[in-house]
């Protein structure tokens, strides 16, 4: 998967993959298992991204407790029960969601990967309703037989939220 980005931006990668020559300004990679050190990128190994003590954690570590741009090649430990796979891999997504409302800044991207089910259509509509722009990806390298996909949210577009309006 390649992502281009036009200047050095603050990257978030959720189940990490991180290449070293992407033109990045600040790399935070998380993990629930142990992540190898790599030069230039900052790790939280052993967290759960739905973890709200988690993100609390991804706040502090981000610049100015912003990114960029939201990566995730998350994926639950599969049952082989295709429904309930799905059903987690879509509680991931939209945990990310929620996520993208405290740390992505105006304009940001997010993309994730999902297995495709009857759930799909629910997380793009969420996404829709924050981003611009959302696509439908299927890289040639995911093989055609399996039901992984991923969305590309771009342009994402703060709300105002019940709790901004409150205190308005
Ligand atoms: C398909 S692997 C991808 C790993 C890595 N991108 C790679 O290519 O080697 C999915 C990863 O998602 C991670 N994961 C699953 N649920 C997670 C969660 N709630 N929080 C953080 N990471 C999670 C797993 O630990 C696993 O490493």
New binding site residues.
Partial sequence: MYVEMTRPAHVFD????LEQDVPTGFVLG????HIFPLEGAVFLPH????DPSTQKKIQEALPKGKADVILS????NASGIRDIDHQHMIA?CLSLVDLARCVLVPGGTLLCKLWDGLESRRLQKRLTQDFTEVRTLKPQASRKESSEMYYLAKSYRPQCFKNDAASA
């Avoid at 959720?14 to 993959?17: G, I, K, L, R, V």
């Avoid at 967290?47 to 739905?50: A, L, N, Y």
């Avoid at 090649?73 to 639950?76: E, F, Q, R, V």
């Fill in positions: 959720t189940a990490c993959s998380v993990d629930l298992l967290s759960d991204v739905t090649d998350m994926a639950p991931l």
